[in-house]
């Protein structure tokens, strides 16, 4: 029984004093690095935290990674143990604004739905119409470049973004007015060239 | 004493097959990672590259094509066609007067009129299609935002039926004059 014992007693059953080595000691050993990644699964989990890593990822992996942005030079806000910054909450953003545009939506489908009905509408709905589209089209377009310019990552392009946007809706503000005054509104256009 | 050792080597062995005990007292162990004092500058060294590890969103393409998300594309994709053909009207309309451009209502309506037929209908089609399906898919928005037909199955549904109102709707207005 000394041989369960004391394995070493037994150095003679072992071809040479590396192999003996591996047997004795805990490390990572050579001889785990040449074994399949099925073995490797099988092992306990020790022994598999000291498999090389690329043998262990490599086998999930078929296709190249293909990834959206891939990730900026990181940097720590505090000290390492804050979490990462949340933004502060503010008032103007969130569910009341959310509330709101949800209001415009629902607006505009009575609005939508009553030219197909009546053939046009009068100068008045027409101009509420513009107006709710100008709303509805500015807050689309913003979800659109918040979503598409993030501001970690290009901040110049936002903000440019951003106030072009402004500038546009300014314009179309403006447009729309023009053409709610001078001419004969938006239904009553669309309607014409429908039929044209 | 040795039978007690000899039972525990067995238990050992049989949990975990790669883990040979020593005796003890001649017992090698070899540990890889060791600790030392860093400092501020290099913890935050450390997590910055490690942060660059944390997972990414993969591309689109890995998705399966499904009404939904396609449905939510399309509704964004169709805004922007929408919107956009707005933006653009405007600010032509109120640049018109000092390009020398006819913007005015009865010269776009006589223009209009003046093209084949083939392309009345092909431009009220490529208009048609996104103002329907953009209305029909708002519509399917404004009830989830009340909590009506958020299940997957009725999702899945009000998604291709949107598809279909909006193409019948836009082939009847394309070809009714």
């Known amino acids: 029984m000394a041989f369960i014992v004391r394995p070493s007693l037994l150095r003679q059953s072992f071809a040479s004093p590396a192999a003996a080595q591996r047997v004795f000691s805990t490390a990572a050993s050579s001889s785990m690095r040449q074994t399949s990644p099925l073995v490797q699964q099988l092992r306990p989990a020790f022994a598999r935290t000291a498999a090389p890593k690329a043998s262990r990822i490599a086998a999930f992996h078929a296709t190249q990674r293909q990834q959206i942005l891939p990730p900026l030079p990181q940097k720590v806000v505090g000290t390492t143990n804050d979490p990462t910054p949340i933004p502060d909450p503010a008032p103007a953003h969130g569910s009341y604004h959310w509330s709101f545009e949800r209001l415009v939506a629902a607006g505009l489908v009575p609005l939508t739905v009553a030219p197909f009905a009546a053939g046009s509408l009068n100068p008045v709905t027409d101009s509420i119409l513009c107006a709710l589209l100008v709303f509805h089209s500015h807050v689309g377009f913003e979800s659109c470049i918040i979503d598409y310019f993030p501001k970690a990552r290009i901040p110049k392009i936002r903000s440019a973004a951003m106030w072009a946007l402004r500038l546009g809706t300014v314009t179309l503000g403006v447009a729309l007015y023009s053409f709610e005054t001078n001419d004969i509104g938006i239904t009553e256009l669309i309607m014409k060239l429908w039929h044209a | ?177």
């Open chain 2, 1 to 177: 004493m040795a039978s007690q050792r000899v039972f525990q080597l067995g238990l050992r062995r049989a949990v975990a097959p790669g883990f040979r005990v020593q005796p003890v007292g001649r017992m090698l162990q070899r540990r890889l990672a060791a600790t030392s004092g860093g400092n501020e500058q290099s913890a935050s060294e450390i997590l910055a590259k490690q942060r660059l590890l944390r997972p990414v969103s993969p591309h689109l393409t890995i998705y399966k094509p499904q009404i939904t998300w396609y449905g939510s594309g399309l509704n964004r994709i169709t805004a922007v066609i929408l919107s956009g053909g707005l933006y653009i009207f405007g600010i032509a309309y109120l640049a018109a007067p000092t390009l020398g451009w006819h913007l005015e209502s009865p010269s776009m309506i006589a223009a209009v009129a003046a093209w084949p037929v083939w392309a009345k209908v092909s431009a009220k089609i490529a208009v048609g299609m996104p103002f329907f399906y953009h209305c029909l898919n708002g519509l399917r928005h404004l009830s989830w935002d009340v909590g009506v037909g958020f299940n997957n199955m009725t999702v899945q549904r009000t998604g291709w039926a949107a598809v279909a109102a909006s193409a019948a709707l836009t082939l009847y207005y394309a070809f009714s004059t």
